[in-house]
């Protein structure tokens, strides 16, 4: 507020001096339309110089406030996203801590996972060793039953084939005694 009030100030101050300035100019105008104008003119073109340098001052000095202003908003907006960006940190650095935790928590379920799966593993294994020693000893006996069955059809096939011709040379001897009784002949004929 200090700072406000001596820029002010000092800008009262300037405009004191345009003031005085005009009230010169003005007055020179007045000196000109006297006798003997002719002889101040180079003070008169010093003057004019100096007021149109007064004048630069005084814009330069505008300008100055206006960019000081500007910067200082800019100042302030840098400060507020500062601000905005350490909390943003902040924040992101609790989330973090919590997804550590939260990552300690799984890897130790994790590892309690691990070992039970291990375990079960263990114990499957151990029952496929089983189930596989009792599938071969189950083939095996399927193996020996299907042997013994397939020596049971071939005598039994044998058997067929024996009694098929049994029956075939049995058949020939009874049309044989047939072809001999008695009639056979006429009731071919007939």
């Keep these: ?74 100042l302030n907006d840098s400060d507020a996203e500062a601000r905005a960006l350490k909390q943003r940190c902040a924040d992101r650095e609790a989330e973090l801590q919590a997804l550590k935790e939260q990552m300690r928590d799984h890897s130790g379920a994790l590892d309690l996972c691990k070992a039970e799966s291990q375990q079960a593993e263990a114990a499957l294994r151990e029952q496929l060793a089983r189930e596989s020693a009792d599938r071969l000893a189950l083939e095996a006996r399927i193996g020996e039953h299907e042997r013994q069955m397939q020596h049971a059809l071939a005598a039994r096939d044998a058997e067929v084939q024996r009694l098929r011709l049994a029956a075939s040379s049995a058949r020939e001897r009874i049309d044989a005694v047939l072809a001999r009784l008695p009639g056979a002949a006429a009731g071919e004929q007939a």
């Design 1 to 74: 507020m200090a700072f406000l009030a001596g820029r002010d100030r000092h800008l009262t101050k300037s405009f004191q001096v345009v003031l005085n300035i005009a009230g010169f100019l003005s007055l020179r105008e007045e000196a000109r339309i006297g006798s003997g104008w002719f002889t101040i003119v180079p003070m008169l073109q010093d003057l004019d110089q100096l007021a149109a340098r007064i004048g630069q001052l005084v814009q330069r000095t505008r300008q100055l406030h206006a960019e000081r202003d500007a910067l200082r908003i800019r």
